[in-house]
Nanobody, 125 residues
Framework: QVQLKESGGGLVQAGGSLKLSCGAP????????MAWFRQAPGKEREFVAA????????HYSNSVRGRFTVSRDNAKNTLYLQMNNLEPEDTAVYSC??????????????????WGQGTAVTVSS
């Protein structure tokens, strides 16, 4: 059983920044697709951003493109999400996920095998 652990969430004013981190002690994810998803109260879980391990390409939802940056440090077995210019609509629980099928649909939550518990992000207006 692989357990992912997120950190870095918190309360921030609109226009501010946060950086989320995700890792699993003793586990390497260099050969996994890694992604961030979020779920706002009363809403479905939605894709935010991902990193495909085969070509190190990055992918973003339209709502965060240009404001968020996903990156990974394979040496530290850590996935990051730098979030800039945050908006109240970004308020949600953010979870990271890892998937070992290289060709999986990068934005589909069904493509991921391991999930973290999530970290809460609240953006005040």
């Amino acid at each position: 059983q692989v357990q992912l652990k997120e950190s870095g969430g918190g309360l921030v004013q609109a226009g501010g920044s946060l950086k989320l981190s995700c890792g699993a002690p003793g586990r390497t994810f260099s050969s996994y697709n890694m992604a961030w998803f979020r779920q706002a109260p009363g809403k479905e879980r939605e894709f935010v951003a991902a990193s495909r391990w085969t070509d190190m390409s990055t992918h973003y939802s339209n709502s965060v493109r240009g404001r968020f940056t996903v990156s990974r440090d394979n040496a530290k077995n850590t996935l990051y999400l730098q979030m800039n210019n945050l908006e109240p609509e970004d308020t949600a629980v953010y979870s990271c996920a890892a998937g070992f099928v290289a060709s999986g649909v990068i934005w589909g939550d069904y493509s991921y095998d391991y999930w973290g518990q999530g970290t809460a992000v609240t953006v005040s207006s």
